[in-house]
């Protein structure tokens, strides 16, 4: 009886298709993701000239858990629709770090090196970013690849970079020519000239160095101390007075003047001459 249970359990295991961590699918604008288990979703997006968009969440501080087995449907931008694309989402059992994407709040899509546009392999640059953003701890994936037709195909192994690093050609070994030791002879066995340098004579000449000068001026034994000489330099005070300058003498203040006298203080009085005086004065008398 055991046997047979173990037996009929292990018949419907092999019969039950295995359910990916991650389904992911497109139908017309809209894309949807099926996670096997409950988990923290990244949904990433690359059109066809490598530009990448981060579809879901729409804000780097916005909720990313959802519920496993169910749909969960994401808009595509209108890039996506009708053109080549490249959909890669992410499920990981822990919260996503996207320090290395945001600027104030937003996707920095200008700054941010892992959201640069990508000249190679699509999917290969969506996993740097999502190896990135879960700080090196296991998750899964899963993707789709859509065509200019609307064909979808499977998302396949991140291609490896085109670049043989182990085809480094070594460069040929250049042997080193000795350098030639210094001579001092000269050959003058050719020689024709008689005010030459080799002069009149044929044969080997040897230059030797000369010795060298003799000083003509000893060093000294002793170096003198130097002398401290003062140089005065005036110093002007705006309240002092210059050393050479004349002492300017006071001016006493002008005394007031007293003022001066009226010419007629007071009024004269007007007298009168009566016929009498008149008389007098014009030579008459009574």
């Known amino acids: 009886m055991v046997a047979a249970l173990a037996v009929t359990v292990g018949l419907l295991v092999q019969a039950t298709p295995a359910v990916d961590p991650v389904r992911v699918w497109r139908a017309d604008s809209t894309a949807y993701v099926t996670l096997r288990e409950p988990g923290h979703l990244l949904l990433l997006h690359v059109d066809p000239i490598g530009r990448i968009t981060v579809l879901f969440p729409f804000g780097p501080h916005d909720r990313t858990s959802i519920d ?73 994936y899963g993707g789709v690849r859509s065509s200019r037709n609307g064909t979808v195909a499977s998302l396949g192994p991140p291609l490896p970079p085109q670049v043989c690093l182990s085809c480094v050609r070594p460069r040929t ?63 002007f005070v705006h309240t002092a007075r210059a050393r050479f300058e004349r002492p300017i003498s006071p001016v006493a203040p002008a005394r007031p003047q007293p003022a001066a006298a009226a010419a007629f203080p007071i009024a004269p009085r007007l007298v009168v001459p009566s016929r009498s005086a008149l008389r007098t004065l014009t030579g008459q008398r009574p």
Do not use: K, M
């Not at 053109?83 to 994407?101: E, G, K, N, Q, Y």
């Not at 945001?102 to 970013?129: F, K, M, R, S």
């Open 68 to 140: 496993g087995g169910v749909a969960f449907g994401v808009p595509l931008p209108p890039t996506a629709q009708g053109h080549p694309a490249t959909i890669v989402a992410v499920r990981s059992r822990w919260a996503f770090d996207f320090a290395a994407l945001q600027a104030e709040g937003w996707w920095n899509y200008h700054a941010a090196l892992l959201l640069q546009p990508t000249a190679g392999d699509p999917v290969g640059a969506l996993l740097d970013i999502a190896d990135r953003v879960t700080d090196g701890r296991p998750y899964d």
């Open 173 to 235: 070994a250049v042997a080193v020519a000795a350098a030639p030791g210094p001579t001092n002879a000269v050959d003058c066995s050719n020689a024709s000239l008689t005010n030459a340098f080799c002069g009149v004579n044929s044969g080997s000449v040897s230059i030797t160095s000369a010795p060298p000068l003799p000083a003509y001026q000893p060093a000294p034994s002793y170096v003198p101390a130097p002398v401290y000489v003062p140089y005065y330099v005036p110093v």
